[in-house]
């Protein structure tokens, strides 16, 4: 803390910190931006210079233990290092994204010399709270992942955009960054183009009238990535082609499920994201929600209806019509397949009647009669059921889709959890030989001290009784302006302060008095009105003098003249570079430590002053920053009447007061003017005492 800028304190300068230090703890969840987001925040941060290479490995700790905690988390993040970008270190055009939607917006880039995809969130709510969980899983998934290859693409990072950037209007100036995978293209791209998908997944291509390899082939591939997220609490809710990448690149996963805004921690005690969600009708589950039952299933059912559409050519085809643009595949999904009751087989049965659509009745009757497809078939019929109970698990599906898959899932599941351990008995192995490290140094530090601290101790005694013998045979001296300017206020009692007063103001400071020993200068000392201090002139000279006025931010006035005139009698000086703290038997990192206290207690009293007095709607303080004096998280607790800090459209950031809880996480918030507004937990913030 001692080290740490205020404007990177708790600000977005020093969040990488924070999150390779939750990711140590297992803890890399539920972090929330919203407030820095809707603020002007940032733009204060960039003013300061803020940036990860400018914030310390730890806040408050010793040299040894920032070494220590710098080892540890370099152990973690040799696993995988998310860092924090500027717009400078990125290669995009920021005004023009490569695609638009209606949460957010997609850039393509590059950032260090690799190819980067960037996504940011629309500033509103909604659009907050997925960009939020997006973000929060995202970290949570890549933890530990080092450089296996994953069936989800690779977070490296975020980046925090600078005021003076041009970007389009109501989007968020902060993003996520994720290493680009393949050329970009998605498995609904290739479905609607005359692109072999089939090579592109490295499996031979069909040769029937339906593509039953292929479709087993997808169908494994995303449940083995889903089982892997499972695993780790995550349930997605919006698979779909869309939101799966085709990477003909990675031979071992070569497709990558994306876009997590939709997604649920189901491992988080409060269900991070549980009540935020999109989902698209041509794939969700009948439940549309998760079941507490088995929560897992509902993205075992999209993944089934991903691979009916992949195995019926007529449904792979994109849409001709206005009244249905996800093409035939659509009609089936929202209208034909829930009227059978989501019977499989009583469509395959009806269809293959049918005169209208010969194609279809031909591909529906083949599915229905060839024996060759019989395994697929009731692997689909399976899965695609409107009883969450009656439908596998994602482990159980994976089964039935092949053997092989399974076991090949299994093994990459026990690989990921091996490294994952061995990352966790590496980091707990450093931190037993740093602490063991850090208590052998801090006692070595501490018998040093204490055996200068004797040293320092027998000389002043020898000091002091010289003096005073000499003062006792010049009695006749005694008061003299001779004997203060030689010896001045330091033999009256131990201690170089205790004896001056303001009668020493404008004396010469002796010449044998030096710095480190007989006053301090140091940016982490604090000095108080009325207190006698070495000032330095400009003429070269030291001079004692007394603090007379205090402007805040290290700005004194000091008095150095008897009469208190005007002039050269007070002059306006920074602590830090001016003036000297006479010192007072204490050595002087216990003055740092003792000034920092009363700081703290200070400031700890301003803030509980401004919040008895803020009254709903006024703006907060400018001087206060992100996760030093309030905090944004889906995890805070808040009581009625409590009074918070809500984020509004404009950017600015007000004072509320809690009215009372509506429930699923929601506050009803009094937001000034006499009016409510309801808002999710996530998107309060908490002001720290």
Request: charge should be positive.
């Amino acid at each position: 803390q001692q080290q740490l800028p205020r404007c990177l304190a708790g600000a977005t300068g020093g969040l990488p910190v924070l999150l390779v230090l939750a990711a140590s703890l297992e803890l890399a969840q539920g972090f929330s931006n919203v407030g820095l987001l809707a603020s002007g925040l940032a733009g204060r941060v960039q003013k300061c210079g803020g940036g990860a290479a400018a914030a310390p490995a730890v806040f408050g700790a010793t040299s040894t233990g920032r070494a220590r905690q710098a080892g540890l988390l370099g152990m973690q993040m040799a696993a995988k290092q998310l860092q924090f970008f500027q717009t400078k270190d990125i290669q995009v055009n920021w005004n023009s994204p490569a695609a638009r939607g209606n949460f957010g917006c997609v850039y393509f880039g590059k950032v260090g010399g690799q190819e980067c995809v960037i996504k940011c969130p629309i500033l509103e709510e909604f659009s907050l709270k997925l960009f939020d969980t997006e973000r929060a899983v995202n970290i949570k998934l890549n933890k530990a992942s080092g450089d296996f290859s994953l069936p989800w693409a690779q977070m490296i990072g975020e980046v925090n955009i600078e005021e003076n950037v041009n970007i389009p209007k109501n989007l968020a100036r902060i993003g996520i960054v994720w290493r680009k995978e393949g050329d970009g293209q998605t498995l609904e791209d290739y479905l609607q183009s005359n692109k072999d998908l089939s090579k592109a997944l490295g499996i031979e291509k069909d040769k029937g009238l339906l593509r039953k390899e292929l479709s087993l082939k997808v169908m494994a591939e995303m449940l083995a990535g889903l089982q892997l997220m499972q695993e780790k609490g995550i349930m997605h809710r919006d698979v779909k082609p869309s939101n799966t990448l085709v990477v003909p690149s990675d031979a071992k996963h070569s497709l990558k499920i994306i876009d997590f805004g939709s997604s649920c921690d189901w491992a988080d005690p409060f269900k991070l994201g549980l009540g935020d969600a999109t989902n698209d009708p041509m794939y969700a589950a009948p439940e549309k929600t998760l079941n507490f039952v088995g929560p897992g299933k509902f993205d075992v059912f999209s993944v089934g209806m991903t691979g009916l559409r992949v195995l019926i050519p007529t449904f792979s085809r994109g849409g001709v019509s206005r009244e249905w643009p996800g093409g035939r595949f659509q009609e089936f999904a929202e209208v034909e397949f829930p009227k059978t009751g989501y019977d499989l087989e009583q469509y395959l049965k009806a269809q293959s009647s049918s005169t209208k659509e010969p194609q279809l009745a031909k591909e529906c009757y083949e599915l229905l009669s060839n024996p060759e497809y019989q395994p697929v078939r009731k692997l689909l019929q399976s899965i695609l059921v409107k009883n969450v109970i009656g439908r596998p698990s994602v482990q159980s599906a994976l089964q039935q889709v092949g053997g092989s898959f399974a076991a090949a899932a299994q093994q990459e599941s026990q690989e990921v959890k091996n490294a994952e351990a061995e990352v966790k008995r590496q980091v707990e192995d450093a931190s037993k030989q740093g602490r063991e490290r850090e208590k052998a140094d801090e006692a070595s530090v501490k018998r040093a001290e204490q055996e200068e601290e004797k040293v320092k101790k027998s000389q002043a005694e020898r000091a002091l009784n010289a003096a005073q013998q000499f003062l006792k045979s010049q009695t006749q001296q005694k008061g003299s302006a001779k004997v203060r300017e030689l010896f001045g206020s330091r033999i009256l009692k131990k201690g170089a302060a205790s004896g001056l007063g303001d009668a020493d103001i404008a004396n010469v400071v002796p010449d044998d008095w030096k710095e480190g020993k007989d006053y301090f200068k140091s940016p982490r000392l604090g000095f108080s009105k009325g207190e006698i201090v070495v000032a330095f002139r400009s003429d070269g000279s030291r001079r004692f003098g007394k603090i007379i006025q205090d402007y805040g931010e290290q700005t004194f006035d000091i008095l150095v003249d008897k009469a208190g005139g005007d002039g050269d009698g007070q002059f306006r000086t920074e602590r830090a570079a001016s003036i000297g703290k006479i010192a007072t038997g204490r050595t002087i990192q216990e003055e740092e430590r003792a000034s920092q206290e009363t700081t703290v207690r200070a400031l700890k009293t301003q803030r509980k002053d401004i919040v008895s007095k803020a009254k709903v709607g006024d703006k907060i303080p400018e001087t206060w920053l992100m996760n030093k004096d309030v905090a944004f998280s889906p995890t805070s607790f808040f009581k009625n009447n409590e009074v918070v800090v809500i984020a509004n459209a404009s950017g600015s950031l007000c004072f509320g007061s809690v009215s009372k809880t509506v429930g699923d996480g929601t506050l009803e918030v009094a937001v000034g003017g006499g009016k409510k507004k309801v808002f999710f937990a996530g998107s309060l913030g908490k002001i720290l005492i």
